[in-house]
Nanobody, 126 residues
Framework: VQLQASGGGSVQAGDSLRLSCAAS??????????LAWFRQGPGKEREFVAA???????YYGDSVKGRFTISRDNVKNTVYLQMDSLRPEDTAFYYC???????????????????WGQGTQVTVSS
């Protein structure tokens, strides 16, 4: 599975952005995959942002809960991250990830995902 992330950019605090991550190769099973977003800010470790399972149940990191929304389109083989009320501390490289067999207890663990996109930069200025 290849993942291609897009939609990053430079915005002001309070603005919104929508990231997309399109999957290709082996997408016949896309609807069964757990899809996730992680981010890595300057000088920080990679951080869990959000995940969505095949049944569309969603999970969020504490720092983005209530502001970010993850969704998926199984026809377009794409996962989205709608980011509202952006803050300067949201500045990071955002990565999408996918896995077909990750268990619920590992859904926030980057080590549980086999497939990764190349990332897209989000910069939020105050």
């Amino acid at each position: 599975v290849q993942l291609q992330a897009s939609g990053g950019g430079s915005v002001q605090a309070g603005d919104s952005l929508r990231l997309s991550c399109a999957a290709s190769g082996g997408t016949f099973s896309f609807r069964r995959y757990v899809l996730a977003w992680f981010r890595q800010g300057p000088g920080k470790e990679r951080e869990f942002v959000a995940a969505i399972r095949s049944d569309r149940s969603t999970y969020y990191g504490d720092s983005v809960k209530g502001r970010f929304t993850i969704s998926r389109d199984n026809v377009k083989n794409t996962v989205y991250l709608q980011m509202d009320s952006l803050r300067p501390e949201d500045t990071a490289f955002y990565y999408c990830a996918a896995d077909s067999s990750i268990i619920l207890s590992s859904i926030r663990d980057e080590n549980g995902y086999d497939y990764w996109g190349q990332g897209t930069q989000v910069t939020v200025s105050s």
